[in-house]
């Protein structure tokens, strides 16, 4: 059995819908995974801000909007008047569900309600156009077995449980469907795996269900070895391993989500990454496999904070980085990059929520700057120091760009600069042309 996941884009139109059909029917029994259509999920937020700010007008315009665009899309999709009539009917109650949001109090609880729509009706819609065209697929709900623990982390023997109970229901299918990033928590109630996360989803199922392969199916040829929405020719890097993949997805690469290579990791499913307009390009396989004496990739994370934190009394004193490290776990905010000198110590964050009170508590060590509007690059491959001249190269690449902060040997496989977000296309570019050119 495999996993197969389709973004947003690859079902954004009726036409790419019904492509995937052809692509999921022509398959094993396996378990399809879809986002929501393409800008839906956005629609949904914006909703959600409308209601936040007790404008239900507002809302409901937008609620109008998106559901013509769907009664647009089932015309398209459907050939028969009967399909297309159920197709109607289940619209209707959805976008009826959504409006009832529009009139009460709105929290969060009601706003994963909302977000969680776009979901139910991508796949009620598949479901419904292949049994149009004659495949048997099953709708298989994700509220019944997604689930997070107290931790809002996924509970894997929860859903390995319920999910395998499901499927044991329905021995004569030829497809499973089911809804990526919509979930339960601790509490029963309707949540989601955080944006973007419909690829965790696919990557939880596979785990729970030992898949052969995970399958991640989106608009582009695999993993490119830079960003090309800012480079100009990038291509397709063929394997990856699962440090490297991780290091790329947490450091930008928006292709995968960065928690989905864990679960694939840890239970040594490799993860394919297939373009759905493409489909019989090779894409990009992630497995444990390392290639040896290659650079594969860079990536860029915007929006880092860099915190400098200077002290004389750091001279020989042990615990200082202890008591630093301290603050920033007692505000839950990770640190991403750090390096060290004798007199100070440079860290850098995302989550900027508590950066006040960081900073303020910072102050009792030593004197505290902040630079914003900051970016990480990382370079991504075999950067083991055996391999002689590789983290040169790199650095190399950029000598004419100001880099703030550089971090090596924490693994073997990446090497990262902080940069002034201004300078981050020059510094992509001048790394492609260094590295792979
Ligand atoms: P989906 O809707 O299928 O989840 P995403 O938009 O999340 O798709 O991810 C695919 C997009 O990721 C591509 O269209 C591409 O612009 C972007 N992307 C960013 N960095 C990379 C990269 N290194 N390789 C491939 N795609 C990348
Ligand atoms: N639909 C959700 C989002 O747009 C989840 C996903 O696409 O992975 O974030
Ligand atoms: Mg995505």
Redesign the pocket.
């Known amino acids: 059995m495999k996993v197969l996941k389709f973004?947003?884009?690859?079902i954004g139109s009726a036409s790419r819908m019904k492509k995937v059909a052809r692509l999921i029917a022509s398959g094993d029994k396996d378990i399809v995974v879809l986002?929501a259509l393409?800008g839906t999920t956005n629609t949904l937020v914006e909703i959600s801000d409308y209601l936040y700010k007790k404008n239900p007008d507002g809302a409901n315009e937008i609620i109008n909007q998106l559901e013509n665009t769907y009664f647009e899309y089932i015309n398209e999709l459907y050939s028969s008047d009967t399909y297309k009539n159920e197709a109607k009917e289940m619209l209707i109650s959805h976008f009826d569900y959504i409006r009832s949001y529009t009139k009460d109090l709105f929290t969060l609880f009601e706003e994963k309600v909302i977000l969680a729509q776009g979901e139910l009706l991508s796949t009620a819609m598949m479901d419904l156009y292949l049994r149009e065209v004659g495949v048997r697929s099953c709708l298989i709900p994700a509220l019944e077995y997604m689930r997070t623990d107290k931790n809002a982390e996924p509970d894997p023997v929860y859903i390995k449980e319920k999910l395998l109970l499901q499927l044991e229901k329905y021995p004569d299918i030829d497809v499973f469907i089911t809804q990526g990033y919509i979930c339960r928590n601790a509490y029963g109630e309707i949540d989601n795996l955080l944006r973007?996360g419909?690829?965790y989803s696919a990557s939880l199922i596979g785990a729970a269900v030992n898949a052969k392969e995970i399958q991640i199916w989106?608009?582009?040829d695999g993993?490119?070895n830079?960003?090309?929405?800012i480079v100009s020719n990038t291509s397709p890097v063929r394997n990856l391993q699962f440090e490297e993949a991780a290091e790329?997805a947490y450091f930008g690469?928006?292709?995968l989500h960065p928690t989905c290579i864990l679960p694939a990791k840890l239970n040594n499913i490799p993860v394919r990454l297939l373009n759905t307009m493409l489909p019989d390009a090779p894409g990009t396989l992630i497995s444990n496999q390392m290639e040896k004496g290659k650079i594969k990739?860079v990536?860029a994370k915007d929006g880092i904070f860099a915190i400098k934190i200077k002290s004389g009394r750091m001279l020989l004193a042990h615990g200082f980085l202890r008591k630093v490290f301290e603050i920033f776990e007692s505000y839950q905010t990770p640190i991403d990059m750090v390096t060290t000198s004798e007199v100070g110590v440079s860290v850098t964050i995302d989550k900027v929520k508590h950066l006040q009170e960081i900073v303020d508590d910072l102050k009792k060590f030593g004197t505290v700057t902040v630079d914003n509007d900051m970016t990480i690059i990382c370079v991504v491959g075999d950067l083991d120091p055996a391999n002689l001249g590789f983290s040169a190269k790199a650095i190399d690449a950029l000598k004419d760009i100001p880099v703030r902060m550089i971090s090596y040997g924490g693994s073997k496989y990446n090497i990262s600069f902080l940069v002034k977000t201004e300078d981050k296309k020059r510094a992509l570019q001048a790394l492609s042309d260094n590295l792979f050119s």
Request: aromatic share 0%; net charge negative.
């Open positions: 973004g947003g884009t690859s986002s393409s973007g419909s690829d989106t608009d582009i993993m490119h830079n960003d090309p929405r790329l690469a928006k292709i990739a990536a």
